[in-house]
Nanobody, 123 residues
């Protein structure tokens, strides 16, 4: 079992940066690839980023590629999402989750979702 808690959200101006953290409890954290998703009001949950268990492989959604960077520190049981050059359309609640299998861009392949952290980008 893994419990995930996201933090680091807030209000940021367009073009600015923000770093989200996802802290995990449980000794098995390092076994899991991890993902970040986001959900804006009235929209479906959208894939943002995925990172392998050791951080060696990453992938990103098209809308955030070249602006966001996912990383992890297994010694600290934490996954990060560095958000640069943010845009108003990045406004959403951001979630982290542990990847169980299937297509990495689909939310149904993940478990142990955190409660989310709100990111609001002003224009």
């Amino acid at each position: 079992q893994v419990r995930l808690v996201e933090s680091g959200g807030g209000l940021v101006q367009a073009g600015g940066s923000l770093r989200l953290s996802c802290a995990a409890s449980g000794r098995t954290f390092s076994r899991y690839p991890m993902g970040w998703f986001r959900q804006a009001p009235g929209k479906e949950r959208e894939f943002v980023a995925h990172i392998s268990w050791n951080g060696g492989t990453t992938s990103y959604g098209d809308s955030v590629k070249d602006r966001f960077t996912v990383s992890r520190d297994n010694a600290k049981n934490t996954v990060y999402l560095q958000m640069n050059s943010v845009k108003p359309e990045d406004t959403a609640v951001y979630f982290c989750a542990a990847y169980m299998g299937g297509i990495v861009t689909e939310a149904r392949g993940y478990m142990y979702w955190g409660q989310g952290t709100q990111v609001t980008v002003s224009s």
